[in-house]
């Protein structure tokens, strides 16, 4: 997971494929959301609130391009 959000996130940044990129991380968001951060929404009781965010983020930019 880590070098996928590594890989994926760069090619977002620097807009290289981007609605790939922005496809791989907002999965890689959801599984993170869903398997580590479930439990609680604010991201101080380990909740899914920030990974939630990066995920709409995501979606965003491959929407608007």
């Given amino acids: 997971a880590a070098s996928s959000e590594t890989i ?3 090619l977002l940044a620097l807009g290289f494929l ?3 990129a922005a496809l791989a991380v907002v999965g890689t968001m959801t599984v993170a959301g869903w398997i580590e951060h479930r439990h609680h929404f604010f991201i101080l009781d380990n909740g899914f609130e920030y990974v939630m965010i990066m995920a709409t983020i995501a979606v965003a930019v491959a929407t608007v391009g």
């Fill in 8 to 10: 994926f996130g760069l």
């Fill in 18 to 20: 981007t609605p790939f």
